[in-house]
């Protein structure tokens, strides 16, 4: 563990952020470096397909959607 340092109104876009996602500040700011990780590394994934991807590799059931 150890400290990132990051400006001031990042850290405040990470508490509002946080706060909407029902998340801590620092689990706020883990997901979306893991996000940007993930999105780096596979360029061709949109957001939704690096969550689902990482949803699944958890074990996660998702149901499929309802056909509108």
């Not at 150890?2 to 400006?7: A, C, Q, T």
């Not at 997901?31 to 996660?60: D, P, R, Y």
């Amino acid at each position: 563990m150890g400290i990132v340092k990051i400006e001031d109104n990042l850290h405040e876009e990470v508490r509002k952020a946080s706060a909407v996602m029902c998340r801590s500040i620092n689990a706020q700011a883990e997901f979306w470096m893991k996000v940007g990780m993930l999105a780096e590394a596979n360029a061709t994934l949109s957001f939704n397909q690096i969550v689902k991807a990482q949803l699944e590799a958890a074990q996660v059931h998702i149901p499929e959607a309802a056909a509108a």
